[in-house]
């Protein structure tokens, strides 16, 4: 397929798809006419770079581990590369988690100060900065 389509399967941009080509991320193929001629796996693979991207790992990490992902082949740094990658998407959840938490704290004081007049903070709860 050819790289509009290629995009238009996949929901990427064909600039996104030629900057995947210069981090070795995808390849395509060359017809007569220098067109790129991608195979129908190339669609698994961009959704794929998608996921991982979205995840927070970069060019680099992700053309490490394309091989164990697509080819079955891993190594022990590669494992190590990925545990640590886990690990600081676990970490970054957390962190996530926490701020939703407090932003749901901070809603229901809200509403409740909107029902009922009651101060938006909790006692004890710290106030802004410098009070």
């Known amino acids: 397929?050819?790289?509009g389509e290629l995009a238009a399967r996949t929901?990427?941009?064909v600039r996104a798809l030629r900057y995947y080509e210069q981090q070795n991320l995808l390849t395509a193929e060359r017809g007569s006419s220098s067109h790129r001629r991608y195979p129908p796996?190339?669609?698994d693979r961009v959704q794929l770079i998608q996921q991982l991207y979205q995840a927070g790992l970069t060019s680099r990490t992700i053309v490490d581990l394309?091989?164990?992902?697509v080819d079955d082949r891993a190594t022990p740094a590669l494992l190590d590369q990925l545990t640590a990658e886990r690990d600081r998407i676990g970490r970054h959840i957390a962190d996530l988690t926490r701020t939703r938490d407090r932003l749901d704290t901070v809603?229901?004081?809200a509403t409740r100060n909107m029902l009922t007049g009651a101060a938006c903070r909790d006692a004890g709860a710290p106030g802004p900065a410098g009070s």
């Open 66 to 69: 394309l091989p164990c992902v």
């Open 107 to 109: 809603i229901a004081n």
């Open 41 to 43: 796996s190339a669609v």
């Open 1 to 3: 397929m050819r790289i």
């Open 11 to 13: 929901g990427v941009s």
